[in-house]
């Protein structure tokens, strides 16, 4: 427990601890000492003198934000003495500030300028200057405009890009009165700012203000203000919206709640106006004569009840397949899989995490029981080591790199392995570079070189992991012949960097790793999980705080649609569906007859697909998903679902896999309903209902229960999202103490078995969720890929994401504010390449693969190796997915997303 110490503040006694900031133990006291400078988010700076206090036994006036609190500490902060020297310093700030506020933004300056009687300009001493000044306008950022006539010189903008966001882009030009803001060497525009406008939530005085929608935003007239949670990545960003005339209009980051405490990125900050898309679907559409129509809500639903009912009765359950959706709430994705299960009669149901993380979760549950990250996102700060491998993490997850950030600024170790190069090798101690596809390899390389040097942690070994030492003697007997020398040969990494990297991680006192995609999403992504949790193990870098292995989810609810059940082989809470005590449990709460339930493992996304080419699948329930544009081999996916009897699909916007529907239902955004999300450290989150639904739409779980009702078999469901999130935990086992209630501020971590548990943030502290409560090692070989480059196909093409987009981009290339950014597809290829092809930055390509070609445009770059490239997937004009192909990973089902043989050809 923390010391106690008194204070006294103009009179006040306060109960505080030692050693914290003056003026923010003021203001938690209700002691609203004046300041513009400082923030408490941010390192004191005594730039404004506006904080000013006299200390008792100090020598004159003393700024309050840069003082410590000290145990019997007398503080005066406010007498005719003080008030006069603020009244004077503000009458200063006035002299050259341009008072103009259009009233689109907060303005602290005029709020003192209110207190203290100086809106009349007579009452001021100094004359106005700003006429004669010819200050700086910067509009050349897409979202955001610098006034320098409005700017104080506080220091929060730089300090916010700097200490909280991790960029250090802004600073100061000039000297004295003409001194202003630059970002990178001049203009905004021309600078590495990636618009997460951080400066524009901390600037005091509206000179740094955003441009979406300012033209139209009155403070006075924000109809309300709605915290949710972020609707783009999976950090779980806790924003806070605003509503004029039933539009959003500001999305503001809400600070002193984790995860986030206030930072946003670009998507959370100015990603929302997809909402208000006038292309949102509005009206329930049938295809009739080859064309979609629109129609009601009865007759859509009379058709869709009828057509699975006809293929129930004569090609029975399995005939039929669903995929739920990581961007709708727990709430929907629990109905559609209760609707799956109790109405359809099948498990053949999935999503798109069997795209990105199914090789993780399948490692993870084999070797430590559980397919969760085992840290929360703050510890990315506090780590001593962090090994980032197959994850682009500030571009993907940009708010958990702020911590990462803030960890490398105070020391910590970092190791990144990519082949591709990525903005986290700025912040790495060591960057590994392998071949795409080597990554056994060079893992294995990794492990030889701990056992080489005697790196292991015995104790670990001996007391967590089953089968201790001879367990470990297997994994010492695989790994022997991986040398660095010999895994250099294979992976083009150098011997001393993957002794370098083995000794950094070993070494440490905690170490964590954030693995991804670029590890998932390969025919062997089983195990390259398997030997990265191998290295774990044997070094005992996990089941301590600060220490585990951690897969960021891509989207805002994949870890949620999995806990729930949206699986094929599990009921909510990762029970497994042979599990017949579960079924029986489940039957109950659900007053269906046990019998019912499927119990045989069902279809996973790839999977369903190849059985709908085939003619097994007939019909299809897609809720929220594309998987014209995220299934490999886009050819074969059309094919399949052109190959459907009965196709629906429900969504906000048509797409490109609206075309093969019979019926295209319209639902709701994150910001028309209530529900909740779960981000990647396991964190339950609130989403709340901002604006309405346009035109017709409907919320997805209501659409689903109405689907039930016209199939002649009532669910029964709760009728709110609050009793459906009760449901939730009555059957999922890891949430059955929270509630609606206990998360109104800020979310809860899982497990969290009864209604008192506080949650947990590191998971595996005492026990392995395994039978045996150890972890077990899986020693793994490396094998060459599949598919290889040959002569005809000489490069091996990468893909992934990109800062400004989300997965196809249905949402996020709705936003003029990201696609001002970027909004056109590219391949990135080596200079080397590109001279020896006499291909030339900016020219147009074409790729081609065995399975497909697409046209794209080159950028030339050193961030890839010789006869690698890169394509982000978010395009569809340019759908790499085109060149991909559909086999899986034995283990996981996953499909090889990364690694796809083809040529490039100038056009």
């Given amino acids: 427990m923390s010391e106690k110490i008194h204070i006294t503040i103009d009179g006040q006694q306060i109960l505080t601890e030692p050693g914290l900031n003056l003026l923010q133990v003021a203001r938690d006291n209700n002691i609203n000492i004046p300041g513009l400078c400082y923030h408490k988010r941010l390192s004191p700076t005594g730039a404004c003198r506006l904080c000013l206090v006299k200390v008792e036994g100090m020598k004159g006036i003393q700024a309050s934000c840069a003082l410590k609190t000290m145990d019997k ?58 006429r004669e000044l010819n200050f700086r306008i910067d509009d050349t950022s897409p979202v955001l405009t610098y006034d320098a006539s409005k700017c104080i010189k506080c220091f929060r903008c730089i300090k916010a890009c700097d200490e909280i966001q991790g960029k250090n882009i802004l600073s100061f030009s ?33 000179a740094i203000v955003e441009n979406p929608h300012r033209d139209m935003i009155k403070l006075d007239q924000i109809e309300k203000k709605v915290q949710t949670t972020c609707p783009y990545c999976g950090v779980g960003c806790q924003i806070e919206l605003l509503v004029q005339n039933g539009r959003i209009v500001r999305s503001n980051g809400v600070e002193g709640v984790m995860p986030n405490d206030g930072r946003l990125c670009v998507k959370g900050r100015f990603g929302y106006d997809y909402v208000q898309s006038e292309e949102r679907l509005t009206h329930p559409l049938i295809k009739k004569n080859g064309e979609f129509v629109r129609a009601s809500w009865d007759e859509a639903l009379e058709l869709i009840a009828s ?6 009765d004569n090609q029975g359950p399995d005939a039929l397949g669903g995929y739920g959706s990581a961007k709708c709430t727990n709430e929907d994705n629990y109905i559609f899989q209760k609707f799956m299960r109790t109405v359809l009669g099948t498990n053949n149901q999935d999503y798109c995490t069997r795209l990105c993380h199914a090789s993780t979760v399948t490692a993870m549950l084999k070797s430590i029981g559980d397919g969760a ?57 060591l960057w590994l570079q392998p071949k795409l596809g080597t990554d056994v390899a060079l893992l294995n390389g990794l492990i030889h070189v701990v056992i080489k040097e005697e790196l292991i942690d015995t104790d670990f070994i001996q007391k967590r992991v089953e089968h201790g030492m001879e367990a470990f003697e297997e994994l010492r007997n695989v790994s022997q012949k991986y040398t660095p020398e010999y895994v250099e040969e294979v992976t083009g990494v150098a011997a001393h960097d993957i002794e370098k990297a083995a000794r950094i991680y070993a070494k440490a006192p905690t170490a964590m790793i954030a693995t991804g995609m670029g590890m998932s999403q390969q025919v062997t992504g089983t195990n390259n999980v398997f030997s990265l949790i191998n290295l774990m193990l044997i070094t005992g870098q996990i089941g ?9 989810r891509g989207q805002n609810n994949v870890q949620g649609t999995t806990d729930i059940g949206v699986s094929p082989t599990n009921y909510p809470g990762y029970i497994p569906v042979s599990d017949e005590e579960n079924r029986r449990k489940v039957a109950k709460i659900w007053d269906v007859p046990f019998e019912s339930l499927p119990s045989k493992p069902g279809l996973t996304t790839i999977e369903i697909i190849q059985a709908a080419h085939e003619g097994n699948i007939k019909g299809m329930y897609i809720m929220g998903e594309n998987p014209v544009m995220t299934d490999p081999n886009q050819s074969h996916t059309i094919e399949a679902l052109e190959n459907l009897d009965f196709l629906v699909v429900q969504d906000i916007f048509h797409t490109e896999t609206t075309p093969y529907a019979d019926v295209i239902l319209p639902a709701s955004s994150f910001a028309e309903k209530d529900g909740t999300f779960v981000n990647s450290d396991r964190r339950v989150l609130r989403v709340r209902k901002a ?107 990468n893909t992934g994401r990109i800062l400004f987009h989300y997965h196809t981009a249905t949402m996020s290339r709705r936003n003029k504010a990201l696609t001002d950014y970027e909004n056109e597809a590219y391949v990135l290829m080596h200079p080397y390449d590109a001279s020896k092809k006499d291909i030339h930055h900016g020219e147009n390509v074409r790729i081609t693969s065995s399975r497909g070609s697409l046209d794209t445009h080159v950028r030339i770059s050193n961030q890839v190796l010789e006869k690698e490239l890169f394509m982000p997937f978010h395009f569809a004009e340019a759908p790499v997915n085109k060149l991909t192909r559909n086999e899986m990973d034995p283990d996981s089902k996953i499909a090889p997303f990364k690694l796809s043989a083809c040529k490039v050809e100038k056009i």
């Fill in 174 to 206: 000039d000297r004295g009165i003409d001194s202003h803001i630059i970002a990178g060497f001049d203009f905004w525009g021309n600078s590495e700012c990636d618009g997460c406008g951080e400066c524009i939530q901390l600037c005091p005085t509206g």
């Fill in 73 to 130: 500490m007398e503080v005066t902060a406010f007498d005719e003495e003080l008030d006069s020297m603020r009244t004077e310093m503000i009458d200063y700030l006035l002299a050259e500030h341009n008072e103009d506020n259009d009233g689109s933004y907060e303005d602290e300056l005029l709020e003192l300028v209110q207190q203290y009687d100086l809106e009349d300009q007579k009452s001021r001493s100094f004359p106005d200057i700003t």
């Fill in 307 to 312: 057509q699975f009912n006809k293929i129930l």
């Fill in 373 to 429: 990250g085992s840290n929360s996102i703050e510890d990315f700060k506090t780590t001593d080591c962090l090994f980032i491998i197959g994850n682009n993490i500030i571009e993907t997850h940009p708010i958990t790199a702020t911590y990462v950030k803030e960890g490398a600024r105070e020391g910590q170790e970092i190791v990144v392995v990519d082949p591709k190069w990525t903005p986290a090798v700025k912040y790495a101690n």
């Fill in 544 to 552: 301590k705080e600060r220490a585990g292995i951690d897969p960021p």
């Fill in 691 to 797: 604006v309405e639904m346009p035109g017709n739409a409907k919320e997805d779980w209501k659409i689903i229960d109405e689907i039930a009702n016209r199939m002649g078999k009532p669910m029964n469901n709760p009728g709110t999202a609050s009793e459906i999130f009760d449901e939730i935990a009555r059957v999922t086992p890891i949430m059955a103490g929270i509630s609606y209630d206990r998360i109104k501020q800020e979310g809860i971590q899982w497990p969290c078995p009864e209604k008192n548990h506080p949650g947990t943030s590191t998971l595996f502290l005492e026990k392995f969720n395994t039978a045996s409560g150890k972890a077990k090692i899986f020693p793994v070989e490396y094998v060459p890929q599949s598919e290889s480059v040959s002569e005809e196909y000489p490069f091996m093409l």
